[in-house]
């Protein structure tokens, strides 16, 4: 029998998630956990108002301080050379952990578009071509629960992707408030996440005359063409995504995690008891599913992988 915290809308969810097995709350007692990325072996993620990283490990018996002022970081991603990239809203940049057993020491890979100031950036992928994709909505500034208040200096909440030479792009500009982001396997299509009907720390709730979707765009060099919506997303509304190796798309929303196909279907939902922000594959195998849900981590098993990291797999290898 499938447990009640999962939600089967089409027979093949059962194909990829143990839906027998509960959700497993692997840490807890955080203040609002987001980021999380299966790195060397461990689980890092962030708690963003306490402004630390956090490291947990399969075999110990609970999680670890990684970095005491992680600078309200949020999302996290992996490159293809295995280092850290993350998304600070107190530093207003993106950073890669140049050090892999230092994650203090940083190195920035975009902190201004056009000599402005970026807002907060919130999440980010990495394409193989090495070009670092992120967004830019404004939760690190309009509020000091997340960042250090401050006006937007571009006026403006973008789509970026910063060039090995560290060129910047603004790649689409029509968003409310883009945050979570992933490729499709083939990296022919990026998913961007909208999630402009959550207005911020200082607005409790949503405003659902506001965007609460995922975009989906055909992407070409470094150019973004279409731009459709692929899905709306409630309750609440999608915050970080992830596109596993089928092309199944997973992303966050108020009650858990939703699963959708590659044509945008529902498959079915990981039901949590508290707002969920982000997701990652991680664990041994690279199949478990660790997913933040405001002040714990949770363990889903699954039998998909992370469709980036298997490409880094094959980079690496090759
Ligand atoms: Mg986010």
């Keep these: 029998m499938p447990h009640p915290s999962f939600e089967i809308r089409e027979p093949v969810f059962r194909d990829l998630v143990d839906t027998d097995t509960p959700p497993e709350a692997i840490a807890t007692g955080f203040t609002w956990v987001e980021g999380p990325v299966w790195w060397q072996?461990?689980?890092?993620?962030?708690?963003?108002?306490?402004?630390?990283?956090?490291?947990w490990l399969p075999e110990a018996a609970g999680p670890t301080v990684a970095l005491d002022d992680s600078e309200f970081a949020n999302g996290n991603t992996v490159d293809a050379t295995g280092r850290m990239i993350s998304c600070e809203h107190g530093g207003r940049r993106v950073i890669r952990r140049s050090d892999p057993g230092n994650p203090s020491a940083v190195e920035v890979i975009a902190d201004r578009y056009m000599d402005k100031r970026l807002?907060?950036?919130?999440?980010?992928?990495?394409?193989?071509?090495?070009s670092v994709w992120f967004t830019d909505p404004p939760y690190g500034i309009n509020s000091d629960a997340e960042g250090y208040p401050a006006e937007s200096e571009i006026g403006g909440c973008h789509v970026y992707c910063a060039l090995p030479d560290g060129t910047l792009i603004a790649v689409a500009t029509d968003f409310d408030k883009p945050n979570g982001l992933a490729f499709s396997p083939d990296e022919q299509r990026l998913y961007v996440a909208d999630s402009g009907a959550a207005r911020g720390a200082s607005f409790p709730g949503f405003d659902y005359s506001l965007p609460h979707h995922i975009r989906v765009f055909e992407v070409d060099g470094t150019t973004l063409q279409g731009g459709r919506v692929f899905a709306v997303i409630e309750p609440g509304v999608p915050d970080g995504l992830r596109v596993d190796n089928d092309g199944n798309v997973w992303t966050s929303a108020q009650d858990g995690i939703h699963c959708l196909s590659p044509e945008g279907r529902c498959l079915g939902k990981i039901l949590l008891p508290a707002p969920t922000a982000n997701l990652c594959f991680g664990g041994p195998a690279g199949t478990d599913m660790f997913i933040t849900a405001s002040d714990t981590v949770w363990r889903v098993r699954t039998t998909r992988r992370d469709a980036a990291a298997c490409l880094r797999g094959r980079s690496v290898r090759a």
């Design 41 to 55: 072996g461990a689980l890092y993620f962030n708690d963003i108002p306490a402004r630390r990283m956090w490291k």
């Design 119 to 130: 807002n907060s950036p919130n999440d980010v992928v990495v394409r193989s071509d090495g």
